[in-house]
């Protein structure tokens, strides 16, 4: 069973802090994605990678930025929250080709203060 | 027009009920296409692949047609824990376009 886990189930911050959400895939999975999703709007892509030191921007970039120093691992970086941060954040993995289906963390919802 | 749309429902139907539900997609050249379960608070979890054939897992019958552009599933004989929001995935190239999603809730 592919595993994917997220490194808070909650989180609570300030507004101006930075904050760090990280994910871990056991499954040697090459593609990895960063999405937030909110009520009324689904899941909006904020990142992705499709390999180790890559990334690319998807949707809804502005605010975050990303980082995949090793092949199981993507972190996605608030470099100064915001109040519109407040959301669920989700990373998913999939194994070569974007064809192919997606697998979920539990999610992170993160509160900004 | 949305790239994947979904009727947002909630669906509300006795349990035992057989429901269905599509989502249509705007790009012909679309490649591959899943429906997903969310729990509430929950991540979205697979629940099946759609093939060009059509497939069917145990209550769950998935299709896809292509002319019209949509995909469609059914769910036969609901149970109460068949209450979920059913999400549409479409990739088309590298990228992977989810619906909104579609609510359910299945009634005693």
């Known amino acids: 069973d592919v595993k994917v886990t997220q490194s808070s189930r909650y989180l609570v911050k300030r507004t101006g802090e930075k904050v760090f959400l990280e994910c871990v895939q056991d499954m040697d999975h090459e593609n990895m994605f960063w999405y937030r999703q909110d009520p009324g709007l689904g899941l909006r892509l904020i990142y992705f990678?499709?390999?180790?030191?890559?990334?690319e921007k998807g949707d809804i970039p502005e605010g975050y930025s990303v980082s995949r120093e090793k092949k199981e691992r993507f972190s996605l970086i608030l470099e100064s929250a915001s109040t519109n941060q407040t959301s669920m954040y989700l990373c998913a993995s999939t194994l070569g080709d974007t064809g192919r289906a997606q697998y979920f963390g539990p999610g992170t919802r993160l509160l900004v203060l | 027009r949305k790239e994947v749309e979904q009727d947002p429902g909630p669906f509300n139907v006795p349990e035992g009920a057989t429901v269905a539900f599509n989502c249509t997609y705007s790009?012909?050249?679309?490649?591959?296409f899943f429906w997903y379960r969310q729990d509430c608070r929950k991540e979205p979890k697979l629940l099946m692949s759609v093939y060009s054939s059509g497939n069917e897992d145990g209550r769950f019958t998935a299709q896809l047609n292509r002319a019209s552009q949509y995909i469609s599933l059914l769910i036969r004989d609901s149970k109460l824990s068949d209450s979920a929001t059913y999400l549409c995935?479409?990739?088309?190239?590298?990228?992977?376009?989810f619906g909104s999603g579609t609510r359910l809730s299945i009634r005693p």
């Open positions: 995935v479409v990739t088309l190239s590298a990228k992977i376009i």
């Open positions: 990678s499709y390999d180790v030191k890559m990334k």
């Open positions: 790009n012909s050249a679309s490649q591959s």
